[in-house]
């Protein structure tokens, strides 16, 4: 049987890779989604073991040192990472995998996966950005503040990778995956 594709997206927090890769999602079954693990509180409406696998510090750490992660970055003061099994199992079995990351977790995988298909989804400007995580309501300002730091370091790095999806509208920012999907499956 044919292996998987590991597909790597990453992108600022609030470039939209979540309605993007939530759109892609309801249209292809031979997709496999990681569930990443974070010690960051679960948001109202977040299901431990759905959208995270929401672990302790101390947890986490332990997985750490287990050397369970394909990939870890600390970002705005909480841990995530992506555990390495079920995406071995997933590849093995013949689905093609997708990791929704920040851009350190990213280049790790780059660096231990060369065959990993690198996909880059960036905002249409640095205003909208901001306006897109103001508008979400779900952090503090304070918090707003540093993911827009991080944001601002994470877009110098584009340049790095296979492909650079400006999300300026969802179903075109689908299309061009769907594209890319498409001719990496051809
Ligand atoms: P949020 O707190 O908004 O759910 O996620 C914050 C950032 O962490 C987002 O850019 C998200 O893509 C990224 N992220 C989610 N899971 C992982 C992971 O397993 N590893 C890494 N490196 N980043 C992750």
Redesign the pocket.
């Known amino acids: 049987m044919r292996k998987g594709t590991l597909y790597v997206f990453?992108g600022?927090?609030g470039a939209g890779?979540g309605t993007v890769l939530g759109r892609l999602r309801e249209q292809d079954d031979r997709l496999f989604y990681s569930i990443?693990?974070?010690t960051?509180a679960p948001r109202p409406g977040e299901t431990d073991g759905v959208q995270?696998y929401f672990l302790t510090k101390a947890d986490f750490e332990q997985r750490i040192a287990q050397g369970a992660f394909l990939?870890?970055?600390r970002?705005?003061d909480n841990y995530?990472?992506?555990l390495e099994a079920p995406v071995d199992e997933k590849l093995a079995a013949g689905y093609d995998v997708i990791?929704?990351?920040?851009v350190?977790?990213?280049m790790q995988v780059h660096k231990k996966r060369p065959d990993a298909v690198m996909v880059f989804i960036a905002p249409p400007s640095f205003e909208e950005l901001a306006a897109r995580l103001r508008g979400r309501g779900t952090e503090s300002e304070e918090k707003i503040q540093k993911r827009l730091e991080t944001a601002r370091e994470e877009l110098t790095h584009q340049g790095e990778f296979d492909y650079v999806i400006v999300n300026d509208e969802v179903e075109r920012a689908v299309d061009e995956i769907r594209g890319i999907l498409a001719a990496r499956r051809a």
Do not use: C, D, F, M
């Not at 990791?99 to 920040?102: D, N, Q, S, V």
């Open positions: 990453t600022p927090s890779k990443s693990a974070t960051r995270y990939e870890h970055a970002y705005v995530y990472g992506t990791l929704e990351i920040e350190q977790g990213a």
